[in-house]
Structures are given as structure tokens and as C-alpha cells.
């Protein structure tokens, strides 16, 4: 049954008559509501606030890694495990091909179900994941593939263990050699892009956001609660910290903003998928075009922000 937010009841409520006008052969009266539903459609996602665009990177029927590897990747063959201490399964790893481009596609995935959920941590990364993520690029590297990173985590996981397994230098480690590698990057942002956990897999070439992502330095619940000692003001800080494509895309922060279907990536997801592999394609024969691009790439990382 599909999952309808607050802010999409009426959007339901039309639905819901729509169906019943089916049911009763009303075809006269499913035009009038099909006109009513498009309308409201253009109505509610032409103005929706900050707020309700995370509601959306965080819909629990939001495509997940996993659903666009399955989508886009032939021939997906998996690489597991970091050669250190184990296989994290919020990350995944593999090799394949996307059309007729040999890949390699790195992912966080978050789990669908009780027991995906919790073998996939949530999404949240250890340390191990990062670097599994690294030893998959490295492979890339030898043997000049291209790299497709497909972001979507609410942060690295802050356990006890993940900090003495080294959480903070596997993270550090991936945004240095991530930087220099030799092959074409590429990194979308799919629902959510948080903290670290999620710049471990973001530093690309290109570097894009879907429609209706996010990403921060923090969650807004966070933010919320360390500047206003009060987590319900997560609308507040939504608002002030500017996390959608459009502010991110004006700050120059990411490269570009992948449309998505009209009411989300999760009403079609065979629409976003093939968004996702022509955006690949296309950017990966552009970056090719490029004299230098890894220069390009290390330049590009050293214009964000401002230091004296």
C-alpha cells in the first residue's frame, strides 16, 4: 500500500475517489478527478517548503541503493568486505556494467524490512564500509573503470566500536584518495546525504543531488537541538541550513540537480532510475572529454568555501 505524507492527505483523499470511480464505471467522473489530481499535484510539489522536501528524501518508499543497482547494473557482480575486519552490509559494492560501460557502483544502502534494516545498520556506515567503499575504488583504479557512488545515509554510525576501529580516519582516508583518483567519479546524492558519512562516497568529478534530496553537515533534528536546545524546531532549522539541490546548486557546492517524477522518485521508480543511468552516461563521456581531470577535480575541491 503506498505511503502518503501529511502534506500529500488530499492528494490521497482524490486518489482514493478516483478508484472508486473505476469501480463503478464512472468514466465521466474519472476525467473530472484526474484533471483535479493533476492539478493538485502541480499545486502542492510547485510549493513545497524545506521541510516537506526532506519528508521526501527520507519517504520509507524512497528507492534505495540496492533498488537502482537491480534497475540499472548488468552483469552486477558483488564486492564484499575491507581485507581489515569484516563486510559491512551498509555499504555495498560491485562490479557490472550500465549499458555497455564496464562500472563499478558503490552504495549506501539503508535496508527495507525489520531484518534488512538491521543488517544493513540502518544505512549508517562503519568504518570497515568505508573501507570496503575505498578497496572497491582502488580496484577501479587498476583497471580503469569508471566509479558511480550512490549516497543515501543519515551519517556514519557513531558507536562505540565504529570510533575504535577508527570511524574519523576512514572517512578522512576515503576523502583523500577519493580526491586523487585516476578514473572518472561520479556521486549522486539519492535521498539522504549526511555529515561525513555521506562526503566519504562525495568526493567526485561530478557530484549531483535527485530532486527531492538532501544533504547537510548535520541533521536538522541535530542542528535543532544544538542551536536551539530544541529538537521539535527541526522545521526552523531545515529552513536556515539550506540543505535542498536548489540552494546547494546556487552556493556551487554540487554540479547538478537530477529531475525526479512529478510526486517523487518513489511513485516511479523505473523514471528515476533511468534519470540516474543517463546521468551517469552523459557525465562520465563529458568528464572523458577533459584534458585533465583529476586536476580539474582537485581544483574544483579547493574552491569550496573561503579560508584565509
Known amino acids: 500500500m503506498a505511503i502518503y505524507l501529511e502534506f500529500e492527505q488530499k492528494i490521497k483523499s482524490i486518489q482514493d475517489e478516483i478508484e472508486m470511480a473505476v469501480i463503478r464505471g464512472d468514466n465521466a467522473a474519472k476525467e473530472i478527478l484526474e484533471v483535479e489530481l493533476e492539478r493538485e499535484v502541480r499545486s502542492v510539489y510547485g510549493n513545497m517548503s524545506d521541510y516537506q522536501k526532506l519528508q521526501l528524501a527520507r519517504h520509507p518508499d524512497r528507492p534505495y541503493a540496492m533498488d537502482y543497482i537491480e534497475f540499472i547494473l548488468k552483469d552486477a557482480y558483488e564486492i564484499c568486505g575491507d581485507r581489515h575486519f569484516g563486510d559491512d552490509k551498509a555499504i555495498v559494492s560491485f562490479l557490472g556494467k550500465i549499458e555497455d560501460q564496464s562500472v563499478v557502483v558503490i552504495g549506501e544502502e539503508k535496508g527495507r524490512g525489520t531484518k534488512s534494516k538491521l543488517m544493513r545498520n540502518f544505512g549508517m556506515p562503519h568504518p570497515e564500509g568505508y573501507r570496503k567503499a575505498l578497496k572497491a575504488a582502488k580496484f577501479a583504479e587498476k583497471f580503469d573503470l569508471p566509479i ?98 536548489d540552494a546547494l546548486k546556487e552556493f556551487g557546492l554540487i554540479d547538478d540537480i537530477i529531475s525526479e517524477p512529478g510526486r517523487g522518485a518513489h511513485r516511479d521508480r523505473d523514471f528515476a532510475a533511468q534519470n540516474i543511468k543517463k546521468y551517469f552516461l552523459d557525465s562520465l ?24
Open 285 to 308: 563521456e563529458e568528464i572523458k572529454k577533459q584534458k585533465n581531470f583529476v586536476q580539474k577535480r582537485y581544483d574544483k575541491l579547493m574552491s569550496y568555501g573561503a579560508f584565509a
Open 148 to 245: 558511480l557512488m550512490l549516497v543515501d545515509t543519515a551519517g556514519a554510525y557513531p558507536g562505540i566500536g565504529a570510533e575504535e576501529r577508527g570511524q574519523s580516519e576512514a572517512i578522512a582516508k576515503n576523502l583523500q584518495e577519493f580526491a586523487a583518483l585516476k578514473v572518472p567519479t561520479i556521486s549522486i546524492i539519492i535521498g539522504e546525504g549526511g555529515s561525513g558519512g555521506a562526503l566519504a562516497i562525495a568526493v567526485a568529478d561530478k557530484l549531483a543531488m535527485m530532486q527531492y534530496s538532501v544533504f547537510s553537515v548535520i541533521s536538522p533534528e541535530g542542528c535543532a537541538a544544538i542551536l536551539w536546545n530544541d529538537p521539535a524546531k527541526i522545521e526552523s532549522a531545515t529552513k536556515a541550513m539550506k540543505i535542498t539541490p
